[in-house]
């Protein structure tokens, strides 16, 4: 008589093998199935990934250069309008209608006016162009923080400068030159500060331009970037 172990672990009939066979290959198919979606939503999720992260690279990027380009706009902007400001040349048109300074028919006080004239009609310009400066200064300190500032506040004293030397030559021309006498050196100074006549050598202008260099050395690695 058989064994009943045996019996117990015999191999099942084909039929059961048979009637069990689409039942496991559904099974797999699905588990495949499974994997396949599972792969294709990771795969998914990570080209979302990079692909925002590539979109966030651009959208900064292209910020930093618009405030590079904002910035080296308006420091030339500045640069240019304090040069007009310091031209040598007064023309007749800038003065006051009526003046006759030329004709050496006004007293001191008159000439002072008209020159005060002068150089406030010359330096609305600057002051619109400092005022820009300034706003894109702050854009590019929230970006590259006190680097950035010092090298804008050096043009920045520059054009301070500038205005404190006007004012002290139209007192002087209020004064009949009195200012100036006790102090010849500093009425060159003032005076080579107002006009760029003295060429090369003029201090204020080198320390606008060396101003400008310093901005341009944060500014323009960012441009070529862009």
Not at 30 to 51: F, S
Not at 62 to 79: E, G, P, Q
Not at 182 to 201: L, N, W
Request: glycine share 6%; proline share 4%; aromatic share 8%.
């Amino acid at each position: 008589e058989p064994n009943p172990a045996l019996k117990r672990t015999a191999t099942p009939p084909l039929s059961f093998a048979l009637a069990t066979y689409p039942m496991l290959m559904t099974e797999i198919v699905t588990l495949i199935k499974d994997g396949a979606v599972a792969a294709a939503a990771a795969v998914t999720a990570t080209v979302a990934v990079i692909g925002l992260t590539n979109w966030n690279r651009e959208l900064r990027g292209k910020a930093t250069f618009d405030v590079a380009r904002a910035l080296a706009k308006s420091t030339y902007k500045l640069r240019d309008e304090v040069k007009n400001c310091r031209s040598p040349f007064l023309a007749a048109s800038e003065f006051p209608e009526g003046y006759g300074g030329h004709l050496g028919q006004t007293s001191h006080r008159e000439e002072a006016t008209a020159h005060a004239h002068v150089y406030n009609s010359r330096w609305k310009f600057v002051w619109e162009a400092l005022q820009e400066f300034d706003t894109n200064t702050l854009e590019a300190e929230a970006i590259w923080g006190s680097e950035i500032r010092a090298k804008t506040d050096a043009l920045r004293q520059c054009v301070r400068e500038l205005r404190v030397a006007i004012d002290a030559v139209v007192e002087n021309i209020v004064a009949r030159g009195e200012n100036f006498k006790t102090d010849r050196e500093f009425e060159r100074d003032m005076r080579s500060k107002v006009s760029t006549s003295s060429g090369a050598e003029n201090a204020l202008t080198r320390k606008i331009e060396e101003a400008i260099q310093g901005i341009e050395a944060v500014v323009r690695p960012h441009l070529k970037r862009g």
